[in-house]
Nanobody, 115 residues
Framework: QVQLVESGGGLVQAGGSLTLSCAAS????????ANWYRQAPGKQREWVAT???????NYAASMKGRFTISRDNAKNTVYLQIDSLKPEDTAVYYC?????????WGQGTQVTVSS
């Protein structure tokens, strides 16, 4: 069974950094394109960033500068580094990825930023 497993969330102080991971398991296929989304309490899920199979990165306009998406094909893992964290970054962060013909979602990882 193919799964995306996110990790790396937690409670951090404003100004700190976190790196979230999204690892694929249960498959011999590489993650193709992958996305990170986030959903803050009481808000709709919003797109954060995308990385293609070739490593091309795209970011939501409001995310440019502090967010970095990357990938390690040897580990079949996609990452999201968040720098200069702000309280408004508090959200559940979700990974979404295309693997072979299908698209999968991870379970989410909570990021809480204290002021």
């Amino acid at each position: 069974q193919v799964q995306l497993v996110e990790s790396g969330g937690g409670l951090v102080q404003a100004g700190g950094s976190l790196t979230l991971s999204c690892a694929a398991s249960g498959t011999d296929f590489l993650i193709n394109a992958a996305n990170w989304y986030r959903q803050a309490p009481g808000k709709q899920r919003e797109w954060v960033a995308t990385i293609t199979s070739g490593g091309i990165q795209n970011y939501a306009a409001s995310m440019k500068g502090r967010f970095t998406i990357s990938r390690d094909n040897a580990k079949n893992t996609v990452y999201l580094q968040i720098d200069s964290l702000k309280p408004e970054d508090t959200a559940v962060y979700y990974c979404n990825a295309a693997i072979a013909k299908y698209t999968y979602w991870g379970q989410g990882t909570q990021v809480t930023v204290s002021s």
